[in-house]
């Protein structure tokens, strides 16, 4: 799909001067230098941060595999995607559904509600829910932040699956109606089975965006650090190799999530 | 669903002054109607008329605002689609497109709890049935549009539905494809012997395939037969003119002679109808004229017609070939432009634009018309 856009670009630059592709690979270069470099001082068996390398090695790698305290962050950090993910799911698809429902001219205002959020910066929130759950008098811990998580990713979710329904053919629930079946039997033998590869990729993104997550769990998670947190607290101290290879990790892993999900919602559209 | 035959008295089928409103506008307006066990009705009308409205009365997408619908005798005016026992063939087909063709057509057997051998057996019988064996493995989505249109009839009739429902199913499809499933859809209807009502706006296709046609338009139900009889004897000028090509005219009465009507124009000119007793001279009547029983002949040839046959005398204004008929336009000096339409064959050649000629009916081909949307009173 991304093939014949790539190479229609690719045989657009031969035909542009010279100065403009150089113009490209300096806008690359700076894009993903840093991604490159961390990834590279990741397997440097120095402990010190400049060229030239002094060897290659893994034993950044296995000391964080066995630090405690990274492995237990990590942990928090893959629940709280995996809950994030769960909530939005749920609420998004039931949200996407519901609008459904909603007569015409209401719809606007609850979408502009819904969606109302997205232009709202993390750290607005942040500091909401974090006056807020004093207020209530809930305490900081990862799931208060598994919360803020699906608070910040519900737009998202809500817009994916929206956007799947919105394509999606109401006479079929007709047709298995009329064959016999419940609104429910129809619901999950003909809409849900549609809408699935939208749900799902919906809930990867929304694990990509609670695992990239600082400001919420900084202002709400307490003493339960996620990845994020950890690595903020290292760097605190000075830069250290190991967080070249919490780097590298947190890289693999966000950005094989939002992959995924941009595979599935659009792939899997028909 | 009921699978055994209901009872013998009953229509398969009887709707009871049904009336449907969607906000100020009246979609179907008090309709009664009976359709027969084993019959093949179609309700036909332009779009918009409230054919389709009517026919998701009867699969319970919508429910009336008066009057009853009822099934083998059973008032199912308030029941579920899903608890009725009629199935649909909708016209965009809505065959689940993550289904193969065979779970597509076993979806009904499967609500019903039928061991999963019998499913089996009768999806491919039924897929036999209606033309595509062999094709139960592939994916719904990958089958041409005759095909999804053959799955879709499986996939209700396999049901056994009391009535099958179908909403312009064929529309979709080219024009050969078209004919070819019109034969075929008769046959099956016929080979089962399951009550079909079809909807369709194609005049030509209703009359070739139903046992009965029912007109609509603006909702109401404006006359029902066979379609000999809509198409020979409308009852107003809507179903004449919906139903196949028109020629009407006013004309006004200048003598009676019995119950024959004529009226007379410069030399030679004249119209004959049969009228009621109470026609008189000076009466103005509403009469129409199939094209195809029009003959035009050249001025100077003698035509064998008696007295009691209309004849016009005219000029030829265009002669338009549509292959197997030719249509010609006459300017006539007492009624303007006359259509006529027949066989192309070699005398018809005979007759070129600007030729002077004598436009002839016999009496039995005009009818008398009421005006536009009369409703019939449908004694059936």
Same mark, same amino acid.
């Given at each position: ?270 | ?118 499913? *089996?057996? %009768?999806?491919?019988? $039924? ?6 064996? !062999?094709?139960?493995? /592939?994916? +719904? ?126 030399? *030679?000119? %004249?119209?004959?109808? $049969? ?6 001279? !000076?009466?103005?009547? /509403?009469? +129409? ?92």
């Amino acid at each position: 799909m991304t093939a014949p856009g790539w190479r229609r670009t690719l045989v657009r630059l031969r035909r542009r001067p010279l100065g403009s592709a150089a113009f490209m690979v300096l806008v690359f270069v700076f894009l993903f230098a840093p991604l490159v470099v961390m990834v590279a001082f990741s397997f440097n068996s120095s402990p010190r941060l400049s060229f030239p390398f002094a060897g290659v090695s893994i034993r950044w790698y296995q000391e964080i595999f066995t630090d405690t305290l990274v492995l237990r962050a990590f942990r928090r950090s893959i629940q709280a995607a995996v809950v994030t993910a769960g909530i939005t799911g749920v609420l998004g698809l039931l949200a996407a559904l519901g609008i459904l429902k909603v007569a015409a001219r209401w719809r606007t205002v609850f979408l502009t509600t819904a969606l109302g959020p997205l232009a709202i910066p993390g750290l607005l929130y942040a500091i909401g829910l974090a006056v807020f759950y004093r207020q209530i008098g809930v305490g900081r811990s990862i799931w208060s932040a598994n919360l803020g998580h699906a608070l910040i990713a519900l737009p998202f979710v809500f817009l994916i699956i929206g956007a799947s329904l919105e394509r999606f053919r109401f006479g079929l629930l007709e047709a298995a109606q009329d064959l016999g079946a419940t609104r429910w039997y129809a619901f999950r033998t003909v809409t849900l089975p549609l809408i699935l590869p939208a749900v799902i990729g919906a809930m990867l993104l929304a694990a990509a965006i609670s695992v990239d997550d600082f400001v919420i769990a900084f202002f709400t998670a307490g003493q339960d650090k996620t990845l994020p947190l950890v690595m903020y607290g290292r760097v605190l101290k000075g830069i250290d190799p190991t967080l070249n290879a919490i780097g590298t990790v947190m890289l693999i892993l966000t950005t094989s999530l939002a992959f995924m999900a941009a595979s599935r919602t659009t792939i899997g559209e028909r | 669903m009921t699978d055994g035959p209901g009872q013998p008295f009953q229509p398969a089928i009887l709707l009871e002054g049904v009336t449907k409103r969607f906000g100020s506008v009246v979609a179907v307006d008090n309709v009664t109607l009976a359709v027969e066990e084993g019959e093949f009705f179609s309700l036909l009308g332009p779009s918009g008329c409230g054919k389709t409205t009517l026919l998701r009365m009867l699969a319970g997408f919508e429910t009336p605002d008066d009057g009853s619908v009822y099934l083998r005798g059973e008032d199912v005016t308030l029941v579920q689609p899903n608890k009725r026992a009629t199935n649909m063939v909708f016209q965009n087909y809505e065959l689940f497109p993550h289904m193969t063709v065979f779970n597509n057509v076993a979806y009904g057997l499967k609500l019903k709890k039928v061991p999963k051998d019998e499913i *089996g057996q %009768r999806v491919n019988e $039924m897929l036999e049935v209606v033309g595509v064996g !062999g094709l139960g493995a /592939r994916a +719904a989505d990958q089958l041409s549009g005759g095909q999804q249109q053959r799955v879709a009839l499986a996939r209700a009739l396999i049901n056994r539905p009391a009535v099958l429902l179908l909403d312009e199913p064929l529309s979709a499809l080219d024009v050969k494809l078209r004919k070819r499933m019109q034969l075929e859809l008769k046959s099956i209807q016929h080979s089962l012997g399951t009550t079909f009502v079809y909807v369709t706006h194609d005049q030509e296709e209703a009359l070739l395939m139903s046992d009965r046609v029912g007109i609509m338009n603006h909702g109401r139900l404006l006359q029902i037969g066979a379609p000999r009889s809509i198409y020979e004897q409308p009852r107003n000028e809507f179903v004449a003119d919906f139903v196949g090509t028109l020629n009407d005219f006013a004309i006004t009465v200048t003598r009676t002679e019995g119950d024959l009507a004529v009226a007379e124009h410069g030399d *030679g000119d %004249r119209i004959v109808v $049969m009228a009621g007793d109470d026609c008189r001279a !000076g009466h103005t009547l /509403r009469i +129409a004229v199939r094209p195809e029983r029009i003959l035009v002949t050249p001025s100077d040839e003698e035509t064998d017609s008696g007295q009691s046959a209309s004849s016009l005398s005219g000029r030829v204004e265009d002669v338009i070939y549509m292959g197997p008929i030719t249509q010609y336009l006459v300017d006539t000096r007492m009624l303007g432009r006359v259509v006529s339409q027949r066989m192309s064959n070699e005398e018809a050649t005979l007759i070129t634009p600007g030729l002077e000629v004598a436009v002839t009916w016999a009496v039995d081909a005009a009818f008398p018309l009421s005006d536009r949307d009369s409703v019939d009173n449908p004694t059936t």
